[in-house]
């Protein structure tokens, strides 16, 4: 797993890095519930203040061989992800 770190055209501080549904151990329930799109696996994009994270579908192999403006390019393609909700116990 490759992670990489860029700054956004507004200065924002991201990292990604891909995830591998085979690569998961043990597996998780929530394997079971990955839609379609995900099942081959997924890039995430979290800032470094892990207050903003989204997830990508359908990537280039090479995307950490990519400038910075082209991760810039697929964060924008990239679906945010809602944050949990913490549940009272």
Do not use: C, N
């Not at 929530?30 to 997830?55: H, I, N, P, S």
């Not at 990508?56 to 991760?71: K, N, T, V, Y």
């Amino acid at each position: 797993m490759a992670v990489r770190e860029f700054s956004d055209s507004s200065g924002r501080e991201w990292r990604v890095w891909d995830v591998m549904p085979h690569a998961i151990h043990p597996p998780t329930k929530t394997e079971d519930y990955l839609a379609a799109m995900y099942q081959t696996g997924w890039l995430v994009f979290e800032t470094k203040t892990e207050d903003e994270k989204r997830r990508l579908a359908d990537f280039p192999a090479d995307w950490s061989e990519l400038s910075d403006q082209g991760l810039e390019t697929l964060l924008g393609r990239a679906e945010v992800v809602p944050p949990r909700k913490l549940r009272a116990l």
